[in-house]
């Protein structure tokens, strides 16, 4: 099932599932607990992030090519790294290049989102897939020069600018995912075709990753797990590409969809 978050025109916020056919209705009750499909269509104003994470838990040099790329060691443990929840932007709003805490180095990174539904803690491989409510796709906005020159050794401050975390469009629950590590993803940079690789170069894959962040630790339902982006990002391009105001980008992860954000500059 494919699951959206949505406005109405009273301003009110909902849940809807999306059918093949592409009509969509309303879902009572808790996402997380017991819910229901009605018979209620759905009146979408505005389509939001298809979820609200109670954290953002984000993985770095996941791919093999991406950190070669990057001339980066292949990490012995994944690398872990965190957004804010108010980094989170809506499919379709813009990516906003800071400009009062001042970025020329802004990039892009498609990523698969992982959304856990069932409080996890000390998850084992064998079990750690069944925490998982479904997947969607996430662009890990990535201010370069305050990530690697001016972050304090540290990757949060160029991770986690308000719409550095684009969610979207629809959450794709497990029963049409069994095996996130099939799927292919791809970024696209004003129609050019930026990344376009496979989830099965994940140095660590999802289930692992799983097993790492619940180690000791409670993963609550609605934690968003971003699990690394492939090769082919801005900075490591020769010159390297960095998104500018105008620029449209596109991730795309198939079976799940693509979330198209434009990109503009902070007004100050």
């Known amino acids: 099932m494919r699951i959206i978050r949505y406005q109405d025109p009273q301003g009110g916020i909902h849940y809807a599932a999306q059918r093949p056919d592409g009509t969509e209705w309303q879902i009572t009750g808790d996402l997380f607990g017991a819910y229901q499909v009605t018979d209620r269509p759905a009146v979408v104003a505005k389509r939001l992030a298809p979820i609200a994470p109670a954290a953002i838990l984000c993985v770095g040099l996941n791919y093999r090519r991406h950190a070669e790329e990057g001339k980066a060691p292949i990490p012995q443990f994944p690398v872990l790294f965190m957004k804010t929840p108010s980094a989170v932007q809506n499919p379709d709003d813009p990516i906003v290049l800071p400009r009062h805490l001042h970025s020329d180095e802004v990039d892009y990174?498609?990523?698969?989102?992982?959304?856990?539904?069932?409080?996890?803690?000390?998850?084992?491989?064998?079990?750690?897939?069944?925490?998982?409510?479904?997947?969607?796709?996430?662009?890990?906005?990535?201010?370069?020069?305050?990530?690697?020159?001016?972050?304090?050794?540290?990757?949060?401050?160029?991770?986690?600018?308000?719409?550095?975390?684009?969610?979207?469009?629809?959450?794709?629950?497990?029963?049409?995912?069994?095996?996130?590590?099939?799927?292919?993803?791809?970024?696209?940079?004003?129609?050019?075709?930026?990344?376009?690789?496979?989830?099965?170069?994940?140095?660590?894959?999802?289930?692992?990753?799983?097993?790492?962040?619940?180690?000791?630790?409670?993963?609550?339902?609605?934690?968003?797990?971003?699990?690394?982006?492939?090769?082919?990002?801005?900075?490591?391009?020769?010159?390297p590409v960095f998104l500018q105001p105008g620029d449209q980008v596109t991730i795309e992860i198939d079976g799940i969809g693509r979330l198209s954000n434009p990109v503009v500059a902070e007004a100050v």
């Open 109 to 239: 990174e498609c990523e698969l989102a992982v959304v856990i539904g069932r409080r996890c803690k000390n998850a084992t491989r064998e079990n750690a897939l069944s925490h998982v409510l479904g997947y969607t796709c996430a662009n890990d906005v990535s201010a370069r020069d305050w990530q690697i020159k001016n972050g304090g050794s540290q990757w949060s401050r160029g991770k986690t600018f308000d719409t550095f975390a684009p969610l979207g469009p629809c959450l794709v629950l497990t029963d049409e995912i069994p095996d996130p590590s099939v799927l292919k993803i791809r970024t696209h940079l004003n129609g050019a075709v930026m990344q376009d690789w496979r989830c099965d170069d994940m140095i660590f894959d999802v289930p692992s990753l799983i097993v790492f962040l619940s180690g000791s630790t409670t993963l609550l339902p609605g934690t968003v797990i971003l699990t690394g982006t492939p090769h082919g990002v801005g900075f490591a391009r020769k010159p």
